[in-house]
Nanobody
Framework: QVQLVESGGGLVQAGGSLRLSCTAS????????????IAWFRQAPGKEREFVAT???????SYADSLKGRFTISRDNARNTVALQMNSLKPEDTAVYYC?????????WGQGTQVTVSS
């Protein structure tokens, strides 16, 4: 079963930056990390989980409209890792950030990493 582990969260002041990482493992041959699109979602307290960004196996990217220009998603297939670079952070970016992989209709999630942006 695929395992996803997020890291890189923390406390940052408004206007600051953070870089999150998602490392994937436990793929069953012939499926490999490089063949899957990976997405980031986030969930703020009292709110539903929302889409942040996704990157295809081709490295084509897509972002939530409200985050374009501040967040950048990238992948390193050699390291089975997807990164989310977050710049110009705002207090409303405070949330638990999760990475996601979908395989055959099954959604895999990591445990999440907390991002807190102070004003």
């Amino acid at each position: 079963q695929v395992q996803l582990v997020e890291s890189g969260g923390g406390l940052v002041q408004a206007g600051g930056s953070l870089r999150l990482s998602c490392t994937a493992s436990r793929f069953s041959w012939p499926r490999t990390f490089s063949t899957f699109p990976i997405a980031w979602f986030r969930q703020a307290p009292g709110k539903e989980r929302e889409f942040v960004a996704t990157i295809a196996w081709t490295s084509t990217t897509s972002y939530a409209d409200s985050l374009k220009g501040r967040f950048t998603i990238s992948r390193d297939n050699a390291r089975n890792t997807v990164a989310l670079q977050m710049n110009s952070l705002k207090p409303e970016d405070t949330a638990v950030y999760y990475c996601n992989l979908r395989d055959g209709g099954i959604d895999y999630w990591g445990q999440g990493t907390q991002v807190t942006v102070s004003s």
